[in-house]
């Protein structure tokens, strides 16, 4: 299994409270993914990372912000958490932008 | 627009017997296609890919799929399914040029009965 890990596993918190959720890999890949996965819509896309400090927006970017200092870890930052952020959170990695390697997940409910 | 449609929610079969599971993309240019299976509460797990040559692809775990381009299609396959092989199961394409992007089916839910 490629080394992703994912912290943490799960998380309850208030709306309105800021979240940040952090992927770590010890494969050295150059790209790195988050996506969020919600019954009847599969996964989608929410930032990704072609290296570190390069970031660009996936399909439900809106509320979410990420950051990348080290080629490492790759963080998801909810500003203001909301319940329509409740969801399981995956970060995904990839060597050569083919295909990608999945974390275990975070589990995240907004109340 | 990329899109995938995955054209099956939920796909019960008796164990032993074959399943298809059945994906179709849309995409004006060349593509890569992908299936992923999950467990219950686990990650996604590469199943098989298609790239470039062969159409008939094998992966992990005895599935198989075919590349139909005509049809734009990427169908999955088994011939002898196991309880085991009870999970949700993703299609996904690659968007060319944009980081690798994959876009995702709605999932199939595959549950194999004794």
């Known amino acids: 299994d490629a080394g992703i890990t994912q912290s943490p596993r799960h998380k309850v918190t208030e709306t309105g409270t800021p979240v940040t959720l952090r992927c770590h890999q010890t494969e050295n890949h150059r790209y790195m993914y988050w996506y969020r996965q919600d019954p009847g819509h599969g996964l989608r896309l929410i930032h990704y990372?072609?290296?570190?400090?390069?970031?660009d927006k996936g399909e439900v970017s809106d509320g979410y912000s990420v950051s990348r200092s080290k080629t490492e870890d790759f963080l998801l930052t909810l500003e203001s958490a909301t319940s329509s952020q409740t969801s399981v959170y995956f970060c995904?990695?990839?060597?050569?932008?083919?295909?990608?390697?999945f974390g275990p997940g975070t589990r995240l409910t907004v109340t | 627009a990329q899109s995938v449609t995955q054209l099956d929610s939920q796909v019960p079969v008796f164990e032993e017997a074959p399943v298809e599971l059945r994906c179709n993309y849309s995409?004006?240019?060349?593509?890569?296609l992908f299936w992923y299976v999950q467990y219950p509460n686990q990650g996604l797990q590469l199943l098989l890919k298609?790239?470039?040559?062969?159409?008939l692809v094998k992966g992990i775990n005895g599935f198989e799929a075919e590349f139909n381009k005509s049809q734009t299609s990427f169908h999955l396959r088994k011939p002898s399914v196991h309880i085991s092989d009870t999970a949700e199961y993703f299609c996904?394409?690659?968007?060319?040029?944009?980081?690798?992007?994959?876009?995702f089916g709605q999932g199939t839910e595959l549950s194999v009965k004794p």
């Open positions: 996904a394409v690659r968007i060319q040029g944009e980081g690798g992007k994959l876009i």
């Open positions: 298609y790239l470039s040559g062969s159409t």
């Open positions: 995409s004006s240019v060349s593509v890569y």
């Open positions: 990372s072609y290296g570190v400090k390069d970031t």
């Open positions: 995904a990695i990839s060597e050569h932008s083919y295909e990608q390697y």
